[in-house]
Nanobody, 127 residues
Framework: QVQLVESGGGLVQAGDSLRLSCVAS????????MGWFRQAPGKEREVVGV??????????YYHESVKGRFTIARDNAGNMLYLLMYNLKADDTAVYYCAARSRFSPNVASADEYDYWGQGTQVTVSS
C-alpha cells in the first residue's frame, strides 16, 4: 500500500507561480510511475503531467494545455514528486491530485491506470 500526501495549493493570481509537492510512503518510489491529475468542478479528472521510467531514464508527459508552463520533477531519495506551475491561468483552477502506480501500462494519461491517490490540494487562480 502506498500513501500519497499533497501540499502546496492555494489562491494565486493569474500569471503567478506555484509549487505542489507530494510525498509518498513505501520503499520502491523510484520504480513508480507518478502523475499529477486535476479535476475542476463539473469536469472529469484529467492528467496534468507524468513521470515514468523509459529505459534507463525517466520520461515525462504533459497535457497539451500545460506544456511550456508546468514542469514535473521527482526526488527519489526523498520519495517526493513536485509540480512546478508557472504563468498560471484561471483555467488551471482545480483540485490537484498526486497519483502512483507500480505496474506497467502504456497508457500514462488515464486516471483509471493509477492505483494510489492522494487526498488532493486546491489550486485557485483568480483572473
Amino acid at each position: 500500500q502506498v500513501q500519497l500526501v499533497e501540499s502546496g495549493g492555494g489562491l494565486v493570481q493569474a500569471g503567478d507561480s506555484l509549487r505542489l509537492s507530494c510525498v509518498a510512503s513505501g520503499d520502491n518510489f523510484m520504480s513508480y510511475t507518478m502523475g499529477w491529475f486535476r479535476q475542476a468542478p463539473g469536469k472529469e479528472r484529467e492528467v496534468v503531467g507524468v513521470s515514468t521510467i523509459v529505459g534507463a531514464h525517466y520520461g515525462t508527459y504533459y497535457h497539451e494545455s500545460v506544456k511550456g508552463r508546468f514542469t514535473i520533477a521527482r526526488d527519489n531519495a526523498g520519495n517526493m514528486l513536485y509540480l512546478l506551475m508557472y504563468n498560471l491561468k484561471a483555467d488551471d483552477t482545480a483540485v490537484y491530485y498526486c497519483a502512483a502506480r507500480s505496474r506497467f501500462s502504456p497508457n500514462v494519461a488515464s486516471a483509471d491506470e493509477y492505483d494510489y491517490w492522494g487526498q488532493g490540494t486546491q489550486v485557485t487562480v483568480s483572473s
